[in-house]
Structure formats: structure tokens, C-alpha cells
T-cell receptor
């Protein structure tokens, strides 16, 4: 069965420090992985995706994510956190046979403290 | 323009009312989605339209009725809702089929059923 795990409900980081939001997945075939961010009372914004190729994917707002096939992980990273990065982050996955349905993680609340 | 526009932003309706949510995109996307999201939870897929035809209905109660008048518009007709239907309703669109295709979300309609 397909699944996504975001093991941390909340991550606290001081402004200017690097941040990591963790995501692990389980799919039967090749994974297609996505990160979305949701600011309070807003819709979801697409950050980045991994389809194939380079394991390090760069996305919007200075975020990047590293695909690790052996560890089945797709952690979101940013070298220097901003207070404005505080939001709810969702990891999601599809397998290669799924056209529309996304399997979502439970979400991680990121709090950046000044 | 990577915008999905939803109206209204907020809606309060009684359990006997009939109302509609509207969604519009001008990105030429051929797949459009309705999601339901409860607070601090990942979105739950309700319906998918692909090339203006209903492609997926995730066993949604009949009090929710989707409509896709053309490739740019998506409606969700609401009738005889229950208080537990109160949630953020998100519309999204994507370029089409394909496991690696990302979706773009609107800002949502905050629905309260009284």
C-alpha cells in the first residue's frame, strides 16, 4: 500500500539556521514526490517535485529537497530559515500508475523564531 | 498566470440551503479537482474532472454535486449539507494526466454549515 510519513508534527528553527522537514514514503513502483506549503487560511502552494534525474531538486522560495531511494526519503531543506517560512508543509507521493490521486502526509508545522 | 480563483472566500449556509462554489483557471489545464480540507489535516480528494468529464468521484455524498461547464470552470453545488461538512474547500488544476504533474490550488472557500 502507498503511504507517506511526516514523522514530526512540528519543527522549531531559529531564524537564519538551516531547516529540514522530513518525509518518507512507500510506493510499489517509481515514486513521484511533491512538497506543498500552506500558509494560514490559504490554499496549498506547490514548492517542488521529484520525477527522475538529479536527486537534489530545487524549488520555490529557496527550498530544495533530496531524494534518497535507499532510505525512501524526500526531505525538504533550506539553508537559512526566514520567519516568513512559518507554515504547514505537506509531502505527497504518486506511483507511476496513478494519474490524479495523491497520497498525502499528515503535515508538519514549521515555526521559525526570530 | 498560475492562478486558480475560487469564489466566494467565505460561505455560511443553513442545512436547508442550496449554494454553489465556483472555481476558474486560465492556464489551459485540462484536469480540475475538488478537495475538502479539515483544519491542520491534509486535503481529501473529492472529485476529478479530466477534459470536462468526471473522472474520479471518491464516494462523495450526493449532497455535493460537481459540474464542469467548460475547460476553465468548475462548480460544486451544495444542498442539504450537515454541520460536519464545514471545512475549507479547495479547487485545483493540473496540466492533465501524468503521475509527475503538479496541481495548482486556489485559496479555498471556507464553508460553515449552521
Amino acid at each position: 500500500a502507498q503511504s507517506v510519513a511526516q514523522p514530526e508534527d512540528q519543527v522549531n528553527v531559529a531564524e537564519g539556521n538551516p531547516l529540514t522537514v522530513k518525509c518518507t514514503y512507500s510506493v510499489s513502483g517509481n515514486p513521484y514526490l511533491f512538497w506543498y506549503v500552506q500558509y494560514p487560511n490559504r490554499g496549498l502552494q506547490f514548492l517542488l517535485k521529484y520525477i527522475t534525474g538529479d536527486n537534489l531538486v530545487k524549488g520555490s522560495y529557496g527550498f530544495e529537497a533530496e531524494f534518497n531511494k535507499s532510505q525512501t526519503s524526500f526531505h525538504l531543506k533550506k539553508p537559512s530559515a526566514l520567519v516568513s517560512d512559518s507554515a504547514l508543509y505537506f509531502c505527497a507521493v504518486r506511483d507511476e500508475d496513478s494519474n490524479y490521486q495523491l497520497i498525502w502526509g499528515a503535515g508538519t508545522k514549521l515555526i521559525i523564531k526570530p | 498566470d498560475t492562478e486558480v480563483t475560487q469564489t466566494p472566500k467565505h460561505l455560511v449556509m443553513g442545512m436547508t440551503n442550496k449554494k454553489s462554489l465556483k472555481c476558474e483557471q486560465h492556464m489551459g489545464h485540462r484536469a480540475m479537482y475538488w478537495y475538502k480540507q479539515k483544519a491542520k489535516k491534509p486535503p481529501e480528494l473529492m472529485f476529478v474532472y479530466s477534459y470536462e468529464k468526471l473522472s474520479i468521484n471518491e464516494s462523495v455524498p450526493s449532497r455535493f454535486s460537481p459540474e464542469c461547464p467548460n475547460s476553465s470552470l468548475l462548480n460544486l453545488h451544495l444542498h442539504a449539507l450537515q454541520p460536519e461538512d464545514s471545512a475549507l474547500y479547495l479547487c485545483a488544476s493540473s496540466q492533465g494526466r501524468g503521475a509527475g504533474t503538479e496541481a495548482f490550488f486556489g485559496q479555498g472557500t471556507r464553508l460553515t454549515v449552521v
